[in-house]
């Protein structure tokens, strides 16, 4: 006995399917009238698209990973760098929408940027890479951290640049605070083998992570 | 008149709750508020003793009405709270089977947004509460609303439901005139809990843009104030969570926080 073929349904991509939804759920239709006659025939959207359009994003939602944050913390202590015995300052720096604490010690200086015509791209880097800049006699590779880090979007509005590994990096910023003097237990240290190991840990009442240069420079490399 | 809504795409992160405190809290301060369940479980609807297996009218009928092209009649199904100043629109389970039956969706979208425009002088606060799956319902609250308020149990699966929903609001915003605002508000945080401390630790770092100041605390006043069926504000103005809320509402009123 013959089986019917089975015809494939294409499904559009799930992003594309929930504009496209919300773009008829959202047409400004004019005001309802009860007394008024529908003399256009109107064109049915049949049900089963519209289930299946709404279920097309409700499964790409539903199959997301639930990353497990329970490895941010291993159950082990934490292991304070050398420069964070004593008192230590740190520069609160808005890159994106987010705000990051950068040790003192770990910069080799700050550079203003005046705009993107200082750098010159280079093809076919990461796009973290957002060019080299002459800097003090010699190149420096511009990072766009979040990009990096995988947090957040491109940064547009950067302002500054902290040089970082004796002038061989810089990470754009959007502005800088006044520099903070804190001591080690101003800090919720990163215990090892946190997942995110580009900070050291999150300075308590301030909702901002503490960067960890080194661990960053080795990314970059 | 400001409409906000409550919503998260994670269940139990304490919506009706919210929204119950919220709304007993602007009553007693003297603004005319309503509240519209749209979430069929009807949490909020049973909070104050109406059944949403069996109530006649509901917010079930504005989107029939409009379906049916006539002109839906709010005013007829409102309901009150037995606190003064504090009504309701309940939702009846009938309110699930709308992604399924909504043939012809053009418009379907903006039925909450013309509610509340058409009880404009009736309010000065509608609060919406949400089903947590995202369709007509969510959309319909996300395009009505001033204000979007996120609710987020202290807990990490309850921040991935967070994710989900700033992914929701960034489609939502390509479709606004205005940019959605919102406000990320911890909730069930119990500071002798290491998940709780955790958790509220990540919101902060990397929500703070959007992030209230505060958390509103695990007390069982407020599971006692549900079963008297009294708003939090009613039942125990002098509990942790009612100081909690309140500190909220005045941060929202203020537009301090998530603008």
Redesign the interface.
């Known amino acids: 006995m013959k089986s019917k073929p089975v015809v494939p349904i294409a499904l559009v991509e799930a992003?594309q399917a929930?504009?496209g939804?919300?773009?008829?759920?959202?047409?400004?239709?004019p005001?309802?009238?009860?007394t008024?006659e529908?003399t256009e025939p109107?064109i049915?959207?049949?049900?089963q698209i519209?289930?299946v359009l709404?279920e097309a994003?409700?499964n790409i939602?539903e199959l997301?990973p639930?990353?497990?944050?329970?490895t941010?913390?291993a159950e082990t202590s934490p292991v304070l760098p050398d420069w964070a015995k004593g008192e230590f300052k740190l520069l609160v720096v808005k890159m994106g929408?987010?705000?990051f604490a950068v040790p003192l010690v770990g910069l080799s200086s700050i550079a203003p940027l005046k705009g993107d015509d200082e750098l010159t791209s280079i093809p076919g880097q990461p796009a973290w890479h957002k060019g080299v800049m002459s800097y003090r006699d010699s190149n420096l590779v511009v990072v766009d951290l979040g990009v990096l880090l995988d947090?957040q979007e491109a940064e547009e509005e950067s302002t500054y640049i902290l040089v970082i590994d004796e002038g061989r990096y810089g990470l754009t910023c959007r502005s800088l605070e006044e520099p903070l003097t804190l001591s080690a237990s101003d800090i919720?240290w990163s215990k090892p083998g946190a997942r995110r190991d580009w900070m050291s840990g999150?300075l308590k009442d301030q909702?901002?992570?503490l960067l960890n240069i080194e661990k960053i420079t080795q990314r970059l490399k | 008149m400001k409409v906000w809504t409550i919503a998260n795409q994670k269940g139990g992160v304490g919506k009706t709750t919210t929204t119950v405190a919220l709304g007993g809290l602007l009553a007693a301060w003297g603004l005319r508020t309503l509240m519209i369940d749209v979430d069929p479980h009807g949490s909020l609807t049973s909070y104050f003793r109406y059944d949403p297996d069996s109530l006649d009218e509901s917010s079930y009928s504005l989107f029939r009405s409009v379906a049916e092209k006539k002109s839906p009649d709010p005013q007829s199904l409102i309901y009150q709270t037995g606190t003064e100043g504090l009504d309701l629109i309940p939702a009846a389970v009938a309110l699930a089977t709308l992604d399924r039956q909504s043939g012809r969706l053009e418009g379907m979208g903006l039925v909450l947004k013309r509610t509340a425009e058409a009880l404009q002088s009736e309010y000065d606060y509608v609060l919406i509460d949400c089903p947590p799956v995202l369709g007509i319902l969510l959309i319909n609250a996300l395009a009505a609303c001033d204000r979007l308020i996120i609710p987020v149990q202290t807990e990490f699966l309850a921040i991935k439901g967070l994710e989900r929903m700033k992914h929701t609001i960034e489609m939502i915003d390509k479709s606004r005139p205005s940019r959605l605002q919102y406000t990320v508000v911890p909730t069930f945080f119990d500071k002798r809990t290491r998940a709780s401390n955790d958790s509220l630790a990540i919101l902060r770092r990397n929500h703070a843009e959007h992030l209230w100041g505060g958390a509103v605390p695990i007390d069982t006043r407020l599971r006692e104030a549900s079963r008297a069926g009294l708003p939090p504000a009613m039942f125990d103005p002098s509990s942790r969570a009612v100081a909690s809320y309140t500190e909220l509402l005045e941060s929202l009123m203020q537009e301090k926080v998530g603008t």
């Open positions: 992003d929930f504009s939804l919300l773009d008829t759920l959202l047409a400004d239709v005001e309802y009238d009860a008024a529908i109107s049915e959207v049949s049900p519209s289930e709404v994003e409700l939602v997301q639930i990353q497990s944050t329970e941010l913390v929408e987010m705000r947090t919720n999150m909702m901002c992570a």
